[in-house]
């Protein structure tokens, strides 16, 4: 929540490391939402829960979701670079994959990654 400047009228300003974690959480959003959720924003998200009833063997699958998540930070994150995003799954589960996310944040000058390990009944990494 905002707080209140009590030495200027106002409210405070967030520093770097709080606009890197919303960079983050904004980020996690898109993945994390399913299209159609959000009210207003139907074309919001990318619904990443749904890649674990996908074949991944298949390029194609990986290849439309890389362009769907490239589509939708650029629409919905246009301060941020994305530089690259890779999936790789577990070759010991078949139910578990990773997805990692490289962007750079010109206005920090910095670069950060977001991973995500996601399963079946749970997701890690957020």
């Given at each position: 929540?905002?707080?209140?400047?009590?030495?200027?009228?106002?409210?405070?300003?967030?520093?770097?490391?709080?606009?890197?974690?919303?960079?983050?959480?904004?980020?996690?959003?898109?993945?994390?939402?399913?299209?159609?959720?959000?009210?207003?924003?139907?074309?919001?998200?990318?619904?990443?829960?749904?890649?674990?009833?996908?074949?991944?063997?298949?390029?194609?699958?990986?290849?439309?979701?890389?362009?769907?998540?490239?589509?939708?930070?650029?629409?919905?994150?246009?301060?941020?670079?994305?530089?690259?995003?890779?999936?790789?799954?577990?070759?010991?589960?078949?139910?578990?994959?990773?997805?990692k996310v490289r962007?750079?944040?010109?206005?920090?000058?910095?670069?950060?990654?977001?991973?995500?390990?996601?399963?079946r009944g749970s997701?890690?990494?957020?």
């Open positions: 929540p905002l707080l209140l400047d009590k030495s200027q009228p106002g409210f405070e300003l967030i520093d770097e490391t709080e606009i890197k974690d919303l960079i983050r959480q904004n980020i996690k959003m898109i993945l994390l939402t399913n299209p159609g959720e959000r009210v207003m924003l139907p074309e919001f998200g990318v619904g990443i829960m749904g890649l674990l009833f996908e074949n991944f063997s298949d390029q194609e699958i990986i290849t439309k979701y890389q362009g769907e998540i490239s589509s939708q930070i650029n629409n919905y994150l246009p301060y941020i670079d994305l530089q690259e995003i890779d999936f790789l799954d577990s070759e010991m589960d078949v139910n578990k994959i990773s997805i962007y750079y944040i010109p206005a920090l000058g910095e670069s950060d990654v977001l991973e995500i390990l996601k399963s997701i890690n990494g957020l």
